[in-house]
C-alpha cells in the first residue's frame, strides 16, 4: 500500500492555497473592480466609509499562508529533483509577481481610494483605472498559469514515496 508523506500533503495545501487566491483574483476581476473603477472619484465610495468593502483583508490573510505553505512544501520536498524544480518555478514566479504588485498596483490602488481628494479628472482617473486592470489581468493569467507546475508536481513520487 503506498503511503503520502509530509511534503506530498503540504504540496496538496500549498496547491488549495493558491487556488484560493486565484479565486480572490477571478472575484475582483470580474465583480470587484469593474465598479470600483468605473467613475472614479466617485466609485470610490465602494472603498470609503464605514461600509466600504475592505478586499485587503483577504490579501493579507492569504498571502502569508501561501508564503509558508510554499516555503514548508518546498523543503519538504527539497530531496525530490522533479517537485524541488516546479514547486521552484511557481514560487519564484509568485515572488516576482508580489514584488511587481507591491510596487505598482498597491500604490495605485491607495491612489484610487484618495482620489476624491486627489484633484485629477474624472477622465485621467478613468484612464489610469483602465490601464490598472488591463495589466492586472495579465499579472492574474500569470498567477493561473503558474498554478499548473504546482499540479505538475503532485504528478511526480516523492523520493520516499513507496511500499511500506
Known amino acids: 500500500m503506498m503511503r503520502l508523506r509530509l511534503g506530498t500533503y503540504l ?6 492555497l493558491w487556488g ?3 479565486g480572490g483574483i477571478a472575484y475582483s476581476h470580474l465583480v470587484y473592480f469593474p465598479v470600483y ?3 472614479l472619484p466617485d466609485s470610490s465610495v465602494v472603498v470609503n466609509g464605514p461600509y466600504g468593502l475592505k478586499e485587503a483583508i483577504f490579501w493579507m490573510i492569504i498571502h502569508p499562508l501561501l508564503i509558508l505553505s510554499l516555503i514548508i512544501t518546498l523543503i519538504l520536498n527539497w530531496k525530490s529533483r522533479a517537485r524541488r524544480k516546479l514547486i521552484l518555478i511557481s514560487f519564484a514566479v509568485y515572488i516576482v509577481v508580489l514584488v511587481v504588485s507591491n510596487l505598482y ?14 484633484g485629477l479628472s474624472p477622465a485621467e482617473w478613468l484612464a489610469r483605472g483602465e490601464r490598472w486592470q488591463y495589466l492586472s489581468w495579465i499579472r492574474g493569467a500569470t498567477m493561473y498559469a503558474f498554478i499548473l507546475p504546482l499540479l505538475l508536481a503532485l504528478t511526480k513520487p516523492d523520493k520516499f514515496q513507496g511500499n511500506r
Open 20 to 22: 484560493t487566491l486565484l
Open 37 to 39: 473603477l468605473s467613475a
Open 11 to 16: 504540496l496538496f495545501l500549498s496547491v488549495i
Open 105 to 118: 498596483f498597491i500604490p495605485e490602488l491607495r491612489a484610487f481610494e484618495r482620489s476624491p481628494v486627489s
